[in-house]
């Protein structure tokens, strides 16, 4: 049973606003990600660490911004939320294999659905 | 570059008819090979994997074969059920880079 968390699960908020949503995870995992997932169920990687104080963007542009100062816990920040960051947003953690090869498995969290109005 | 490419859905099928869902892959090198699943209103779970050529994953009634040879992981289930229905995701990782990359996803419904 995997063990990683997200708050909150839905979020609706205006334009505008500073919102921060959380990812904690409790198995000891170095490696997080942050994914948005679009309606199409499609998967874009925003950003990732491969442990604390190591941060990284992903293949998808994104105005968010993320901190990694403990493993367990891997935040995601928007400044000034816009309709266009309205999404599912979904985080995982991976134990981590040497170098930054993984063959391992993600444990993803439930998500949090956010709504920009 | 590496990628997954599995067929589109929606997949519509009755109860105990049997499944298939396509997944084949470019990749260098010798990767792992995945098929998660996402039910309504959660994340993505591991449903089965498989790390080398010829390898069979296997879980719930699902398996899928690693077929080097024609680049391709199909996931295959004899008798589905209503409760899975779900989205299916095909991946793959550890060719030399960091990430996992997911397929698009297939949507799959299962009628009583």
């Known amino acids: 049973e995997a063990d990683i968390y997200q708050t909150p699960r839905y979020l609706v908020i205006g334009t505008g606003k500073k919102i921060t949503l959380e990812c904690s995870q409790t198995m000891g995992h170095d490696k997080m990600y942050w994914y948005q997932q679009d309606p199409g169920m499609e998967l874009h990687l925003i950003h990732y660490s491969y442990g604390v104080n190591s941060t990284e963007k992903g293949d998808l542009s994104s105005e968010s911004t993320v901190s990694r100062i403990r493993t367990e816990h891997f935040p995601l920040t928007l400044e000034s939320a816009r309709p266009s960051h309205t999404s599912q947003y979904l985080c995982?953690?991976?134990?981590?294999?040497?170098?930054?090869?993984?063959?391992?498995?993600?444990?993803f969290g439930p998500g949090t659905r956010l709504t920009v109005l | 570059g590496n990628s997954v490419t599995q067929m589109e859905g929606p997949v519509t099928l009755s109860e105990e008819a049997f499944l298939t869902i396509n997944c084949t892959y470019t990749?260098?090198?010798?990767?792992?090979l995945f098929w998660y699943v996402q039910y309504p209103g959660e994340g993505l779970q591991l449903l089965l994997k498989a790390t080398k050529a010829d390898d069979k994953g296997s879980n719930k009634g699902f398996e899928a074969t690693y077929r080097k040879e024609t680049t391709s992981f199909h996931l295959e289930k004899g008798s589905v059920q209503v409760s899975d229905s779900a989205v299916y995701f095909c991946a793959l990782s550890g060719t030399g880079g960091f990430k996992t990359i997911f397929g698009a996803g297939t949507r799959l419904f299962v009628k009583a």
């Open positions: 990749a260098t090198g010798y990767p792992s």
């Open positions: 995982a953690s991976s134990r981590g294999t040497s170098g930054r090869a993984s063959t391992d498995t993600q444990y």
